[in-house]
């Protein structure tokens, strides 16, 4: 699944940047403001249809310029599918897969899963629950196939709600009667969820074990209502509260991954660089799962040595290369990204001046 071409128009800086990546690790290096993690976004565009800097599709589109455009060949085993978007400033959004509009943006998720670990990373331990939500529902959207579908109804069953009790002057019993499909749909979201951070918390403690052996974090899973009751348990207990305030109080959209170490939050004990090990043994253990299963991901590492010793550098490249994906590593200088490859990893170095990128060296491929 690695990108085997890459065209990016008119982004930030990015005039027209064309290359052909390594389909294993790619270091972009480059002065501050040069277009490196212009690239990063370009590909994340693709993947989540919007950028992971800018809510506002406006700032990202070359200054004065009618829209953007990023343009990929996905390998998929011998044959190569072209998967383009293009965001234009009046907010039209245009996605094709092989020649045709794709439905949504759900099928490009489903074409080229992509991981960002950047600076803002720690936002991961730091922001509110809906970021670790967020972070276990792409996680379980790629892990289980029938997870989207229950999660749009439930969702849908969540707004109407919602929407009953904000006009008020509704009885429990009126409530009720909107409740079966909410707990239903809402039981098996949980499920799913249950299920998936189950499976990725020995994946997180094995590769924090190799990035920061001395750290001891825990990961524990809040469902959104009080474990000891079942979901229409709990919804029936909280039906004088959601009346009283005007919104469903209980379930699955208060769900949040829980982040300890043995003293507490991991946000108040750990340090900035320690914060960084944790958020991409997270990341990284996700996308552990995914090949696990068969899958293949891009991973996007924007200014890898950000916060990181020489020694911690190195055990992030180790690893990284242990995933044999395709991955796409920024940094402002060539010195801080001194890890020695193996020769059997396919490594280009390119370099970014003033939005333009130039292949520096090829790595030694041997076989
Ligand atoms: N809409 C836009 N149109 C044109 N140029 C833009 C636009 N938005 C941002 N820029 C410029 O494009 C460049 C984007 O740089 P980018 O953030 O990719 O740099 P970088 O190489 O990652 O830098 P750093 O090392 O500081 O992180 C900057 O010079 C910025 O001023
Ligand atoms: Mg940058």
Known sequence: MPLARLDISRLRNLTHVRFEPSPQVNIIVGENGSGKTSVLEAIYLLSFGRSFR???????IQYEQPECVVFA??????????????????GAVEVRIQGRAAQSAVELAECLPVQL?????????????????????????????????GWRGWQKALKQRNSLLR??????????????????LGEQVNHARKAYVAALTPHFEAVLQQLAPNLHVQLGFFQ????????SEAIEHSYQRDIDVGYTNTGPQRA?????????DALDTLSRGQQKLVVSALKIAQGQLLIERGRQLVFLIDDLPA???????????????SLASQIFITSVGPDSMDFTWSDTTDVRHFSMNEGELSLKRTGEFNE
Do not use: M
């Open 117 to 149: 670990i950047n600076p803002d990373a720690f936002r991961l331990l730091e922001g509110s629950p809906k970021i670790r939500r967020q972070f276990v529902d792409w996680g379980v959207f790629h892990f289980d196939e029938q997870f989207i579908n």
């Open 224 to 231: 959104g209502w009080d474990a000891q009751r079942t979901l």
């Open 54 to 60: 800018s809510h506002k599709h406006k700032t990202y």
């Open 307 to 321: 916060e990181l010793d020489a020694n911690h550098r190195r055990k992030l490249c180790r690893l990284l290369e």
């Open 167 to 184: 006009r008020g002057k509704i009885s429990a019993n009126l409530l009720a009667a909107f409740d079966q499909e909410l707990i239903r």
């Open 73 to 90: 060949q996905v390998e998929q085993g011998a044959q190569h599918l072209p998967v383009g978007i293009k965001r234009s400033r009046d």
């Open 256 to 264: 949040d991954l829980r982040v300890k170490t043995p003293t507490g």
